[in-house]
Structures are given as C-alpha cells and as structure tokens.
C-alpha cells in the first residue's frame, strides 16, 4: 500500500521540522462516514488524527503515530442552513473560515472572529482550537460565537450538544468542553454560528511611541478610557521595520512602538483605510520572516498590564540564548507572538528559548497559549483536571493520541 501523501502528515509547524507518521488517510463525505471511520478505528485499537486545514501553529494535526488513520474533514464542506435573518448560521467542519465570513457579511451580517490563515483554515478546526485574531480583544474567539457542536465520540457515536438556541443551561456546557479541545475528546464534524449586523463604519487609529514603555502604557489608558475599540494590536519596533516599507501612510523614522486600534462607529477620526491595514497587517509574518530566513514564534499571553515587563523579557531570553528577537500581537489580550529571528536551520537549536518564553508568561500569571492551542509542540503544560476528563471521554487514548494534555 502507498504511504499517505505528505500534506496530510503535517501542519504550519513543518517550519520547525515537525512531520508526522500515518498509516492512512480518510476522507469521509459526511458526519456519518465520520463516525463509522472512528467506530472501526475504536473497536481496532488505531489512533485517529483528525485534520481540518492544517494550517494549525502548534501541530495539533499532525499524526505522531505511524500506525495512525488521519481522518480529514474537508469533504464535508457544505453550509447546512444559513437564516440570515435570525442571525446564524450551520456549517459543516470542512467550509472554509473565509466562506463562513463572506457568506455572512453578503447578507449584512459579520462573524467577527478573524484567525490568520482564514483561507486554509476550516471553521471544524477554528473550533477545535478557539482560534482567536484581532477581534478578539472586543468580541472573543471562535468559541464566543459557537451554539451548538456536532461530533463523533467514543466509541464511535454521533452527538449534538448544543444548537441553534441562544441559550441552554438544561446540563452542563458540553460545547464549550469541545471548543478548543483539539480533537482529543471528538471528531468536530459541524458547528451552529451566532453572527451579528456587519459594522457600518470602520476607522483606524495608529499611534506610534519612542519607548516601549510609553506604548504599553497608552494600551492600559485605552482600556481604561471606555472607548472600547474592535481590536487593539502592537508592533515592537523590530517587528515594525520589517515590514514598514509596505505601511499604506506615514510613519516617523524607528519608531520603538507602534499601536493600531480600529474602532467600529461613526466619530471622526482615522485617516488610513482599514482595510488597507490589515492587509498590510497580515504581512508581518512574512516581513519578519524574511530578515534571516527563518522565525520561531509562540503565542503566548500574559495579564495586559505586565505586557511592557513580558517583552522586555523576551528581550533578555534571546540574548541568552545568542538570538535576536522581536515580538506584535494582541496588546488588548495580553497576547504575545513572541519570535526569535534564526536562519532556516536553527529551528532545533532555539527551542530552549521558547521554553524560557513558556516559563517566563506562567511566572507573570499568563498563559502558554492565547490561541493557537497546545498542540503537541506545548506537551505537559495542560492540569490534572484536563487528564481526568480526556480519560472520561476518551477512555482508550484514541483520539488525537500525543495532543493537549
């Protein structure tokens, strides 16, 4: 038999030279394919891997086993019902998250959670992971916005929890135990949407700092002013100089930080395009990228008013390590993309850092990861209550095998 074909054995982590082992590949057409797919592979003791887009920063869907069936959700692909005017909307875990948010916004409606990668992602996996994005400083993550959940458990059923009410309260919120865990408690094969009106204004103010500490510190009186903005990000100055030259308006000369915040009303105020912004915005990865050839970033997310000690930290973790770094995110969310600059081949030799970057934001009371989940890349940072409810779930250890906990 021919081995599984190279694309479904890896995620966005292929950078960092993680590739994965697999017995097989699935591609059900539908959700009761799906579960017949894990029915056989619970009754025969093979582990199941299931993959929405792979564009996953954590290795959440690459198989560690080679013995393992990789169960691909892209065939189901269909939007089971939209009614735009009741505000919401039922797809499959396959569509793709730019369907999801075009699809809404034709109709005058926004589903405001906006990950990256939005045209490789699948909603399935934005789900699985809680994927966040800029937004989610005002209107949460992917998870805020889920109803109801369909999934394939152990050992091979078929469930809805959840749906298309707005509230429930009858037993214990079983969706949101399957937001965000990562295909370790079940196979995600449709989701229920809130959406909300589209916004009928749009403006974005960017201000720039001579000191780090002058912006972290305009982030707090943000938050504290009450002026509640959509999205609030950040670029170190590193970050920003990268990819400058492709700033659509001014900017001083080096400046050492730099904060956007989009506001979705009417005032006055705001002179660049918005949506010139974030395209421009979205670039940042590659731009940084580009300065060695290579980048090691992770994700992780501290209380917001320690945002200002967290980068300086970063700052003496890589020269501790001989690595220079820079940092943006989600200034709003305490959320850090924190990233050490290394040729191509370094990627090996600057995990000891990022683990540094691990214990410094849980020594700040943060987090190892504010949205692109644990992944196998994060192993050992999830509680004891984590494992008790994986056993519960999933008893024999099939799902997602070496992932979360």
């Known amino acids: ?61 690459v198989p560690v086993d080679e013995g393992a069936v990789v169960l691909s959700l892209e065939r189901l692909a269909r939007v089971r019902s939209f009614e735009p005017e009741l505000w919401r909307m039922n797809p499959q875990a396959g569509v793709l ?33 809680n994927a966040g994005g800029p ?28 749906g298309p009410v707005r509230k429930d309260v009858a037993g214990y919120d079983l969706t949101h135990l399957m ?3 990562e295909g370790t408690l079940g196979v995600i094969t449709a989701v229920w949407l809130r959406l909300i009106p589209a916004p009928a204004h749009r403006r974005v103010v960017v201000d720039f700092f001579d000191s780090l500490e002058a912006g972290c510190e305009a982030v707090l009186e943000v938050i504290g ?72 970033s992770e994700d992780v997310a501290v209380p917001v008013e320690l945002l200002a000690e967290a980068l300086r930290r970063l700052t003496e973790i890589g020269a501790a390590h001989g690595l220079e770094t820079c940092a943006w995110g989600h200034a709003g969310d305490g959320n850090i993309h924190a990233t050490f600059l290394i040729a191509p081949d370094e990627a090996e030799a600057a995990e ?35 494992a008790r409810i994986k056993t519960a779930l999933d008893p024999k250890g099939l799902l997602n095998p070496g992932k979360k906990s």
Request: aromatic residues 8%; hydrophobic residues 40%.
């Open 1 to 61: 038999m021919a081995p599984p074909p190279a694309t479904y054995l890896h995620d966005a982590t292929i950078t960092r030279g993680l590739r994965g082992r697999a017995a097989a590949v699935v591609r059900p057409a539908d959700a009761e394919e799906a579960r017949r797919v894990v029915a056989w592979c619970y009754e025969h003791d093979v582990p199941l891997v299931p993959r929405g887009g792979g564009s996953g920063l954590a290795g959440g869907a």
């Open 97 to 129: 998250t730019t369907h999801v948010q075009r699809l809404a916004r034709e109709n005058g409606l926004w589903f405001p959670p906006d990950p990256g990668a939005a045209e490789q992602s699948q909603i399935g996996g934005n789900v699985a992971t």
């Open 135 to 162: 937004h989610a400083f005002r209107y949460g993550q992917t998870g805020d916005w889920v109803t109801g959940v369909e999934a394939v458990v152990a050992p091979g059923e078929l469930v809805r929890v959840g």
């Open 179 to 181: 937001v965000g865990s």
């Open 225 to 296: 002013s009450g002026l509640r903005p959509a999205a609030l990000e950040f670029l170190d100055g590193r970050s920003f100089a990268a990819a400058a030259a492709g700033y659509p308006g001014d900017a001083p000369n080096d400046p050492r930080f730099v904060l956007i915040a989009e506001y979705l009303d009417d005032a006055a105020g705001g002179s660049l395009d918005p949506a010139a912004l974030w395209r421009w915005r979205d670039t940042v990865h590659g731009a940084v990228t580009s300065l060695r050839g290579g980048k090691l």
């Open 352 to 386: 000891p850092a990022a683990q540094d970057v691990f214990t410094m934001a849980l020594e700040l009371g943060g987090t190892v990861t504010g949205e692109h989940g644990i992944g196998c890349l994060k192993r050992g940072y999830a509680g004891p209550l984590d």
